[in-house]
T-cell receptor, first 111, second 113 residues
Framework: EAQVTQNPRYLITVTGKKLTVTCSQN?????MSWYRQDPGLGLRQIYY???????DKGDVPEGYKVSRKEKRNFPLILESPSPNQTSLYFC??????????FGQGTRLTVV | AQSVTQPDIHITVSEGASLELRCNYS??????LFWYVQSPGQGLQLLLK??????LVQGIKGFEAEFKRSQSSFNLRKPSVHWSDAAEYFC???????????FGKGTSLLVTP
């Protein structure tokens, strides 16, 4: 079954404690991306990757890092989380000319 | 700059009534157009997409959308809404050869008895 898997689904952490949200896809897609969703703001792209070892900033990259060492995995790293990073995060993958597949989301709370 | 506008933040309709959710885009290239739905606490599910061809596209759950190039619109419609359609709806646009998806801010649909 084609899918994008994110973990964890829910996470509560404290300010400044590094965390990683994992994302894995099984469709051999080249393109993967991270979005955050906030009320009234829709989905905003954080980072994207067009292939292994190729990453670039989206619209709201501050405070986030990503890596793409393997085609299937695209983890999102918060080196020093802050309360304004409390949000719902989605990982997605797609190829040109196709629709995007989304993970189930990770609800992050930073206290 | 590329943008996607969903003019209605909230819409309330009665169960059984018809529905139209608006989406306008500003895009230089031939766009690929999508509608996604997000039920409470869930991820995003693709309702339908338009890449080329017939400008009226059918999707899942009885939804359809019409691409109107002259109006830069891709409005989502359903003839008779069910209570289970209450959700957040997102319009998204991608360039034909590109990867990035640009999303509208979403329309929250409430269905009343």
């Amino acid at each position: 079954e084609a899918q994008v898997t994110q973990n964890p689904r829910y996470l509560i952490t404290v300010t400044g404690k590094k965390l990683t949200v994992t994302c894995s896809q099984n469709m051999n897609h080249e393109y993967m991306s991270w979005y955050r969703q906030d009320p009234g703001l829709g989905l905003r792209q954080i980072y994207y990757s067009m292939n292994v070892e190729v990453t670039d900033k989206g619209d709201v990259p501050e405070g986030y890092k990503v890596s793409r060492k393997e085609k299937r995995n695209f983890p999102l790293i918060l080196e020093s989380p802050s309360p304004n990073q409390t949000s719902l995060y989605f990982c997605a993958s797609r190829d040109p000319g196709s629709s995007a597949f989304f993970g189930q989301g990770t609800r992050l709370t930073v206290v | 700059a590329q943008s996607v506008t969903q003019p209605d933040i909230h819409i309330t309709v009665s169960e059984g009534a018809s529905l139209e959710l608006r989406c306008n885009y500003s895009y230089g290239a031939t766009p690929y157009l999508f509608w996604y739905v997000q039920s409470p606490g869930q991820g995003l599910q693709l309702l339908l997409k338009y890449f080329s061809g017939d400008t009226l596209v059918q999707g899942i759950k009885g939804f359809e959308a019409e691409f109107k190039r002259s109006q830069s619109s891709f409005n989502l419609r359903k003839p008779s809404v069910h209570w289970s359609d209450a959700a957040e709806y997102f319009c998204a646009v991608a360039s034909g050869s590109g990867y990035a998806l640009n999303f509208g801010k979403g329309t929250s649909l409430l269905v009343t008895p």
